[in-house]
């Protein structure tokens, strides 16, 4: 069987090198993990068939259209911002509106109908984990600690779903504690607020810690410090191919390299001051 070739690194803004990173964030979905592919899939008509049952609603296509681009805008916060989205969109419609933790429950539910035999393989020994994980990602991650790199993970997910996953894929043990995801007090948490808390506890300039995802909010915000923001154009279902709706929006956030997954993973770490 013919190997499918690596993708070369795309370097968007060649002035963000040299730098020798000291730590790593790491968004989860889509960027190590595969378990919740397909996740836009489910939302997105959940969204629009509460919108369509609104008394003002638009013709279907423009509400599709206004759900892909608010689940591109906030693709990569917590969940509930997407559904407190929804419920205000709701209420412009002429709808009566339920709290946006109803709608959060409702998505999880149906999320769950797509991905539970997922993480109950995985959980059972049916799937090996090398299958729902971003290729080169063990191994990415595994060259990281060799070189005392402290690695960080921070999801838009609940946090006790993230854990359990993290352990499914067998990448726990690269986080330790440093695992974070969203909290029922939902203003209690944030990727940006994780990120300058990695900053003061560790005293690190910017340029010291990368940040590797495939939305939008992680890489604003990486870039808004002045770290090295790494944008993952995972194509969750083709692997070893850029998904060039993922690349457009992570070079619009302002990533400083573009990377299909992790196969490369001497040059990434090159680019990042580790030979």
Not at 70 to 88: N, R, S, V
Not at 170 to 176: E, Q, S, V
Not at 192 to 205: K, S
Request: net charge negative; charged share 25%; proline share 3%.
């Amino acid at each position: 069987m013919a190997t499918t070739p690596c993708p070369p690194l795309e370097i968007v803004r060649p002035e963000a090198f040299p730098t020798r990173i000291r730590h790593a964030l790491f968004d989860f979905d889509g960027t190590l993990s595969l378990i919740r592919q397909g996740w836009q899939q489910v939302m997105a008509p959940m969204m629009v068939e509460y919108l369509m049952a609104t008394p003002q609603h638009e013709p279907r296509e423009v509400v599709e259209r206004l759900v892909a681009e608010m689940i591109d805008e906030t693709t990569g916060k917590q969940t509930i911002y997407q559904m407190m989205a929804l419920e205000e969109m709701i209420r412009e419609r002429g709808g009566e509106a339920r709290d946006a933790a109803a709608y959060k429950r409702d998505y999880l539910d149906r999320l769950w109908e797509r991905i539970e035999g997922r993480v109950a393989g995985l959980e059972q020994g049916r799937i090996e984990p090398h299958s729902l994980r971003v290729s080169g990602a063990m191994a990415f991650l595994q060259a990281l600690r060799e070189r005392n790199i402290t690695c960080y993970l921070a999801s838009g997910t609940d946090v006790g779903y993230v854990r359990n996953e993290v352990r499914a894929l067998g990448l726990d043990g690269f986080f330790g504690a440093h695992v974070y995801g969203a909290l029922e007090d939902w203003q209690s948490y944030s990727k940006a607020m994780v990120i300058e808390r990695i900053l003061r506890e560790n005293r690190l300039q910017g340029a010291e810690l990368a940040t590797f995802g495939d939305g939008f909010v992680e890489i604003e915000n990486c870039v808004a410090v002045g770290g090295i923001a790494v944008g993952v154009a995972s194509d969750e279902e083709q692997r070893h191919r850029v998904d060039a709706w993922k690349r457009e929006r992570l070079i619009r956030a302002g990533a400083h390299v573009i990377l299909a997954d992790f196969c490369r993973a001497d040059e990434i770490l090159a680019l990042l001051g580790w030979e």
